[in-house]
């Protein structure tokens, strides 16, 4: 990677203890905590399939207990960032989103959402660019986001919306507005069917689902289903129209499931990564980002997840609007971030690298051109 300074523009850094403590199922804590660490990390695929075969966990959610488990559990927040740093060239910049997991129906997140934002602020200014959660179910959202702008220093926000929220939910408004004035942008998850997502009981997540915009007809949806309807990119047609200058990404363009479908569908409109190209196109301010989704370079149907990205952004529209990120530490491949940052730069060329990963990103954070 000899390209100019580039960004990775959606990283995590939070820990263990920004888990809920009933996040991860008893038996599997029992089942982990029988092996060793180094036992985990070598066989970490075989464990994968041991969960999904012994606990009918599928392979995803499997992937991400042990990730959670082996990176968030061992360390800070500065030395996860120092994982993930050594990838990539000294001068890479990196959004790292925050996480506020109280509010998803797994009891309590051990430590305090403010110290979580207080130590990331600690790491490393130069490099970082830390983005503030805002779930507005918690007391004094809106206090929390000016204090980690105006006194930590964080220069964006994240939204999870399967945690339970739409993205158009009014208590957002406020925060909108902010972000427009203080010219902020924001991250939003935009994937289906996420291991994290709300997980408290059917009858409080109908009750998360009512809004003013549409009905919803829960009838023959599990729990994964109906969080989907708070993440889907429709929603946002909602918040752009009535915020169209509000910078907003729509993070993993569509999910890497909703990619293998479209290699043997691509003409389906239902595909979250149909919608989201169009939309990006009919929205100046609206973006995608490539992370986890693009990790793994997925075949089917004589096409592949690299190939087709590359004919994306062969249209100038669309080129425009995405950005480069990884999702470290959600992906768990044995490959680190540097072989990923390689293999994108491989299939899509420097030119078009330096669109996703230099230019788009500056154009989201509007940074004013000396
Ligand atoms: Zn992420």
């Known amino acids: 990677m000899d390209t100019q300074a580039f960004y990775n523009c ?3 850094t939070f820990n263990e203890e920004d888990i809920p403590e009933r996040f991860y199922p008893k038996l599997l804590m029992d089942f982990l905590r029988k092996e060793s660490t180094e036992e985990l990390m070598l066989n970490f695929l075989r464990f994968v399939h041991k969960l999904e075969k012994f606990f009918g966990i599928d392979a995803e959610e499997a992937e991400r207990y042990l990730q959670f488990y082996l990176v968030g559990s061992q360390n800070s927040q500065r030395e996860i960032f120092d994982l993930c740093r050594s990838s990539y060239p000294p001068s890479t910049k990196y959004f790292v989103l ?34 503030v959660h805002i779930d507005p179910r918690r007391d004094g959202y809106f206090d929390i986001l000016r204090d980690a702008i105006e006194q930590m ?14 993205p158009h939910d009014s208590r957002f408004d406020s925060v909108y507005q902010y972000c427009i004035d203080n010219n902020l942008p924001i991250v939003s998850h935009c994937s289906p069917h996420n291991p994290t997502h709300f997980k408290g009981s059917r009858r409080e997540l109908l009750k998360l689902l009512q809004n003013p915009y549409f009905e919803i007809n829960p009838h023959g949806l599990d729990k994964k289903d109906l969080c989907d309807i708070f993440t889907h990119p429709k929603n946002y047609r909602i918040v752009c129209e009535k915020y169209p200058e509000l910078r907003i990404s729509l993070a993993h363009y569509g999910s890497d499931k909703m990619w293998t479908s479209w290699l043997c569908h ?11 190209n169009s939309m990006i196109q009919e929205y100046p301010n609206l973006y995608t980002d490539i992370s986890y989704t693009m990790y793994y370079n997925v075949t089917d149907c004589k096409h592949n997840f690299y190939k087709t990205l590359k004919e994306f952004l062969d249209n100038e529209n669309i080129r425009r609007k995405v950005l480069f990120g990884s999702d470290f530490y959600m992906p768990a491949s044995k490959e680190t971030d540097m072989h990923y940052a390689n293999n994108i730069i491989d299939a899509i060329g420097e030119e078009y690298f330096n669109a996703i990963a230099v230019e788009n990103p500056k154009q989201f954070l509007n940074e004013q051109i000396a």
């Open 10 to 12: 959606h990283i995590h």
């Open 98 to 131: 925050s996480m506020d997991m109280q509010f998803m129906g797994c009891g309590d997140v051990p430590r305090d959402f403010r110290a979580q934002l207080a130590e990331l602020s600690q790491i490393d200014q130069e490099q970082i660019l830390p983005f």
């Open 153 to 166: 220093g964080f220069r964006g926000v994240k939204l999870y919306p399967p945690l339970g929220v739409f």
């Open 266 to 276: 691509p003409e389906d409109p239902e595909n979250w990564v149909n919608i989201i």
